[in-house]
């Protein structure tokens, strides 16, 4: 049984789009008549200082907070926190959108890197062999096989990282979305994450980040939302 709901997308539609989205924090104004376009496949940087709000997009930009004035569509359908109580709905969302936090201890919980990765398929329903078929797959993507009985607790900012990636991947999201997800890595696991951008991308998946980083900027930033504090956003590209 197909648990997606019966939403349909026009091919002119964006996938995602913001529309005059104002957002608070005890008051403080953080996104403020924020208004922006994605379209599916494209790859979106998100740039600016500290405190300019990109995590609160993000955030806002998985269901995990909404808008107090302004509206944002997620393939034609507005995201609000009533539609997000709909179990059927959520379910989907979250299989369609992905998030990975800039540190990975907040996304890693399970006892063992297999039961980490396994968690996200299992949630989705997915038969046990596809289940161990997507684990395995992943484990072999993000080059981690040999951390599979380990405790994510146990192990390196770095390979957390890949771990935390790698659970994402399991998933199969549309849009990828990542909290400076350069950070924990060092230069070695900086190259590689740009060789895995690269192939999310030739896979014609959506990606958004957040970055400060030099490289990352001049290998994806070809189209950015710039982010000042309390302010609205530029897109270009």
């Given at each position: ?56 997009l993000l955030k806002l930009l998985n269901g995990l907070i909404f808008p107090e004035q302004g509206t944002y569509l997620f393939e034609g359908t507005a995201i609000t926190a009533s539609l997000m109580r709909d179990h ?58 040999h951390l599979r009985d380990r405790a994510p607790y146990s192990l390196s900012g770095g390979e957390k990282k890949r771990v935390a990636l790698a659970s994402l991947l399991t998933m199969n999201p549309a849009v990828w ?61």
């Amino acid at each position: 049984m197909n648990d997606a709901p019966d939403t349909t997308t026009k091919a002119n539609e964006p996938q995602l789009c913001l529309q005059d989205v104002c957002c608070a924090y005890d008051g403080v104004p953080v996104l403020s008549h924020l208004s922006a376009s994605i379209s599916p496949g494209e790859t979106i940087c998100l740039t600016g200082p500290n405190g300019a709000g990109k995590s609160t997009l993000l955030k806002l930009l998985n269901g995990l907070i909404f808008p107090e004035q302004g509206t944002y569509l997620f393939e034609g359908t507005a995201i609000t926190a009533s539609l997000m109580r709909d179990h059927r709905y959520s379910k989907w969302f979250h299989q369609r959108v992905s998030f990975l936090w800039q540190n990975p201890d907040t996304q890693l919980f399970c006892s063992t890197v297999t039961e980490e990765l396994a968690f996200g398929p299992i949630q989705m329903g997915l038969p046990s062999a596809e289940v161990r078929q997507r684990v395995d797959d992943a484990l072999q993507a993000l080059s981690i096989a040999h951390l599979r009985d380990r405790a994510p607790y146990s192990l390196s900012g770095g390979e957390k990282k890949r771990v935390a990636l790698a659970s994402l991947l399991t998933m199969n999201p549309a849009v990828w979305t990542m909290d400076e997800p350069e950070s924990f890595l060092d230069a070695a696991g900086r190259a590689w994450l740009m060789e895995f951008l690269q192939a999310l991308q030739r896979a014609g998946k959506t990606l958004i980040m957040a970055t400060h980083d030099r490289e990352l900027l001049q290998a994806f930033g070809q189209h950015t939302l710039a982010l000042t504090p309390a302010s609205s956003a530029q897109q270009a590209g």
